[in-house]
């Protein structure tokens, strides 16, 4: 709730995570902890956006799936996961299959985008894989025992029953692979950066910046007047720029629930810095610095799954040729036209004739973890009201006890503050019952 991204703290003694992209030196003495690529690389050159979204991305694909038999994408019916679905469909080879697997809960319907997933792979001509999650609600307790314990708590953890159906699932006859668009949103911006306009400004003036304003004030619906305060107070920022490279502290989260103490906030270890920011130039923009900072905490959201380590999901979006190429992009290119992810669109769009690309709607989980507390509930109030936090006093039992009641009735306020509550008590008696 607290923590910042690429976080290099594991819950065990001594033992620590290297940081997406950085080397490490270990000397008798000390050890040291380098960042070895530069975010900024493809954006200084630009070169990258000669370049179309549709090859970058095939041109990453086509080695990556070439030793593999099955290739299976999780398919929700946007954009991202669809994306991926048009460029395999031209790269498979007639002795490899291309699945698309779409999960779904039939009585939520905004939890539901079977019929977008349907539309893609009838397009592609691709078999679909359909999975109603009504039986894989989160709190729903796996029927296997998990082949390796958890490295790390996660909000994986609370769904494990939603991970076990969907690897049950994926055909696995062969070699194969599983892939997932998550990352897009994280690298192209979705939403757009609000300092996108500040960006504009530092780098073609005032020409056409009324435009820009009026664009992105119209994709958030805010008054202009306050979308152009917040730019403006970025660009004062920027020329006062001081700190080399320096990254702000995280400010307190003000929705904290009031049921977390403040023992326990000043227990929490500080706040720890990615080391790239110890190399980003003294003044870089403020819409190219949300966007790396989105590359990283994408990066940091990616866990191995627990129920088939040998074959986990691969994430193509995060490849390092796909992100210099959105990298390589000014922040105000991202979007055009009302829609975010413009370059993306656009490029799958055009290449494939398709309109699903251009849907703006985008389903909701919410209802999932609504519906899974109501039916877990006396679990869940064992794992969380018995469990450590409250028994070592650093949580309100009664004030939890009420957040967990309102989130199943579907006040979802806190509902991330909880999760990441929940994951880690059931990571600790995931851990506690291996040792008993």
Known sequence: MHGTSSSIQTPFKNIYELPPACSLQLTKTKRTTTAFWDPLNS??????QKKDAVDVLQSTLKPWIAPYKDICVSLSGGLDSSAL???LKDLVRKDQSLKALNYFHSQIQ???ELVHARKVCKETNIELI???ASHSLPFDPPHRNLPLMPNKPFPGLVSLRWL?????NIPQTSSYTFLSGHGSDHIFMRPPSKKSVTDYFLEKGFKGLEKELKNITQFYRDPMFAIAKENLLSLISYFFASDKGKKPLNKTNDETPNWIKQELLHKASPNYVHPIYEDLPRKIIPGKYDQIDNLYEGINSIHVELMDQISPTHYPFLYEPVVEFALSFPTYELFDNGYDRYPLRKAVGDRFNTE???RRDKSQTTGLFQLGIKQNLEYILEICLEGYFVKQGLVNKEG?????????NGDTK??????????????????????L
């Open 110 to 112: 905004s939890s539901n």
């Open 85 to 87: 679905v048009y460029c």
């Open 400 to 408: 939890l006890h009420r957040t967990i009641t309102l989130i199943g």
């Open 356 to 358: 699903t690309v251009w």
């Open 43 to 48: 954006y200084k050159t630009s070169k990258n």
């Open 130 to 132: 359909e999975i109603d």
């Open 164 to 168: 076990e159906t969907i690897f049950d």
């Open 414 to 435: 806190h509902l991330w503050p909880f999760m990441y509550l929940a994951s880690v008590e059931i990571f600790l008696k995931l851990w506690n019952e291996k040792n």
